[in-house]
């Protein structure tokens, strides 16, 4: 819906109409090099993983130091909020972080993260009974983020495992 392209599915614009994920970390990351075309930038493999590195680093760099201090001490773990970060954006791979926190939840490979970890207030705008725009807020479960965060610790799991299994192997 939001006409992502490329291997990593990136977007030109926003649902809004403002600048899109691509060019955001295109203009962020000059150094980097990366094709200005969307279109073109889209369809090149080496400059797509450039660009979702780049990505990454960006998302990273906005989490607090507990977020980094994981990251280096378990990447599997650690690097869920990337999972987050790169499929509802920052705000809500912080959202995850801030109910993890504060519900002092122990992450594993092996525990799936509840449910109400993924619920978010989007606000909208709508019209009252006077025809005057207001602001309100609907609940929200992304379910797509919880399903990829529990792939993503599946296959950690799954490549430690089987690992193990090539060293009882040799």
Known sequence: SASARGAYQFTNKSRRGKIGTYDIVVVAYEDAELTEDFVEGTQDLPNMIKAAICL????????PKEVHDLFAKDYELGSIFSVAAYNEGFGGARQLY???QKNKFELSLDKKIPQAAFIRYKPYFVRNKQGKLVKAVKK????ET?????????????IDDFKKQLKKGN
Do not use: P
């Open 56 to 63: 990454l680093d960006m998302e990273l760099s906005k989490f």
């Open 98 to 100: 801030q109910w993890i």
């Open 140 to 143: 929200v479960i992304n379910t």
């Open 146 to 158: 919880q399903v990829y965060i529990e792939k993503h610790l599946f296959l950690w799991s799954f």
